[in-house]
C-alpha cells in the first residue's frame, strides 16, 4: 500500500473547512471511488458517514492470499458477506497497478515445493518475470531487494482499468496465483469470459461490488471516532490507516 500521502493531504485541507466531520474511512473510499473513474471504471455512488476505528490490525484484514485457491478466497469473502461474483469482478482490479516480486517468486522457482515454474505460465511471461524478479539477493544492509513488477502482464496500458486482465487468464499471464485460478473453475471463468464480451459488463459489476466492499465493518453513529489525523487514533497513539 502506497501514496498515503495523498490520503494525509485531503484529510488536511478538509480539516480547515470542517474539522472533525469527514472521517478518513469515507477519505478512502472516496478517493478510491475517484481512483476507478480516471482508471476507466465509473464514478459511482457512494454513500457516506463512516466512522474511524480505534484499533487498527494489519492481522484483522480479511484478504486472501494471492497464492489461495479459487475456494479459499471465496470462503474468505463469504465471511465478510461477498459473494464468487464479488470476488470474480473485485479481482479485476489487479488489471492496474504494481504487486512486488515476493509475491509470485515461488511460482518462477519453487512452486509447490519442486524446485520448477509454475506449469500454467505462459513462457514467454515466465521469461520476463524471472529477467525482473531473480532468486532473492541480499543487500549489504540486509534489506532484501523486493522490486515491482506490473500485475497486468497482459496490457500496454497497466494503469487503465479495462478486461485485458481477464483476457489475460486465458492466455495464462495473470501473475498471481490465486488470479490464475479464475479461469480453471466453472463460474469463475464463464463470468472472466462474459466480462471480455460485455467490457461494460464489467465496469458495472465493479461499481456494484465496490459499493458492498465500501459496506463491510462500516462503523456510524457513535461508534468509533473520527480521526483529527488518519495515522494515529484521537488518543495519539500511532497507528495505521483503518
Known amino acids: 500500500?502506497?501514496?498515503?500521502?495523498?490520503?494525509?493531504?485531503?484529510?488536511?485541507?478538509?480539516?480547515?473547512?470542517c474539522s472533525g466531520v469527514v472521517s478518513c474511512a469515507d477519505i478512502l473510499a472516496l478517493a478510491t471511488r475517484d481512483a476507478v473513474a480516471l482508471s476507466g471504471g465509473a464514478a459511482y455512488a457512494l454513500p457516506t458517514g463512516r466512522r474511524d476505528g480505534t484499533i487498527s490490525r494489519a492481522a484483522d484484514v480479511q484478504l486472501p492470499s494471492p497464492s489461495s485457491s479459487v475456494e479459499t478466497a471465496e470462503a474468505d469473502f463469504r465471511s465478510i458477506n461477498l459473494d464468487l461474483v464479488d470476488l470474480t469482478t473485485l479481482l479485476g482490479a489487479h488489471g492496474v497497478g504494481f504487486c512486488h516480486c515476493s509475491l509470485v517468486t515461488t511460482r518462477l522457482y519453487n512452486y509447490q515445493g519442486t524446485g520448477l515454474s509454475d506449469p500454467i505460465m505462459d513462457p514467454a511471461m515466465l521469461s520476463s518475470l524471472k529477467q525482473k524478479c531473480p532468486p532473492e539477493v541480499v543487500l549489504p544492509s540486509n534489506i532484501t531487494r523486493d522490486t515491482r513488477i506490473f500485475l497486468n502482464q497482459a496490457t500496454s496500458k497497466p494503469f487503465f482499468l479495462d478486461t485485458s486482465f481477464y483476457q489475460g487468464l486465458f492466455s495464462e499471464k495473470a501473475v498471481l496465483e490465486l488470479d490464475q485460478g479464475l479461469a480453471f473453475t466453472?463460474?469463475?471463468?464463464?463470468?472472466?469470459?462474459r466480462y471480455v464480451r460485455r467490457p461494460k459488463r464489467f465496469v458495472h459489476q465493479f461499481s456494484k461490488s465496490m459499493i458492498k466492499l465500501g459496506y463491510v465493518g462500516v462503523l456510524t453513529g457513535e461508534e468509533g471516532e473520527i480521526r483529527l489525523d488518519c495515522r494515529k487514533v484521537n488518543n495519539g497513539t500511532q497507528t495505521t490507516l483503518s
Open 186 to 193: 466453472d463460474v469463475t471463468s464463464k463470468l472472466a469470459a
Open 1 to 17: 500500500m502506497r501514496t498515503f500521502d495523498v490520503i494525509d493531504d485531503i484529510k488536511a485541507e478538509l480539516e480547515k473547512e
